[in-house]
């Protein structure tokens, strides 16, 4: 795999871990591969034979993990938004993200063990939130700013004025 071409690559800086990074997210999304693997020469500026960049693609989607050091960790200002088909997937992927050393936020989002932020977006949840009833949009989103993980089913019944 080679991440040059049309279209867009992420970058993702890491402080010394996109291969462990890139391993874990194979690890967590079935549909990944890893491509190539560039490594610090004498140039610098890491040591030789250290690895620099690691090419990876999850869900389509083309990263690049650049080990360039601890100057600038993730915040949640980027974060990437996994929708889900069903319910099951979601929890899935909630489990695994927080699982090992990452940690729950709100309204759905999570941090994984690297920093990296993530919103976990079960099936249903955007609709209840955007519903073209003002009133039934503002129930749900209420509820839903009170969750860590996104409960569809409460979004529904906070929707219905249950």
């Known amino acids: 795999m ?7 690559t992420t970058c993702l800086w890491f402080d010394g871990d996109a291969e462990a990074a890139a391993d874990y997210y194979m690890s967590v999304f079935k549909d990944g591969r890893i491509g190539r ?26 990263f690049v993990g650049l080990n360039g050091g601890p100057q600038f960790p993730f915040t949640e200002a980027i974060s990437f938004q996994i ?9 899935y992927y909630y489990d695994a993200l927080t699982g090992d050393g990452g940690q729950e936020s709100a309204c759905g989002w999570v941090k994984d063990r690297f920093g990296v932020s993530w919103q976990v977006i079960p099936p249903g949840a955007i609709e209840l939130i955007s519903d073209p009833d003002p009133e039934r ?4 989103t ?16 906070a929707a219905d004025g249950a």
Request: hydrophobic content about 40%; proline content about 3%.
């Open 2 to 8: 080679s991440v040059s071409g049309k279209g867009f």
């Open 37 to 62: 693997i560039g490594r610090y020469n004498e140039a610098g500026p890491g040591p030789a034979g250290e690895v620099m960049v690691v090419e990876f693609e999850i869900n389509g989607q083309k």
């Open 83 to 91: 929708h889900t088909e069903e319910e099951a997937e979601a929890d």
């Open 137 to 140: 949009a503002a129930r749900a």
């Open 142 to 157: 209420a509820a839903m700013m009170k969750m860590k993980k996104l409960d569809v089913a409460e979004l529904r019944r």
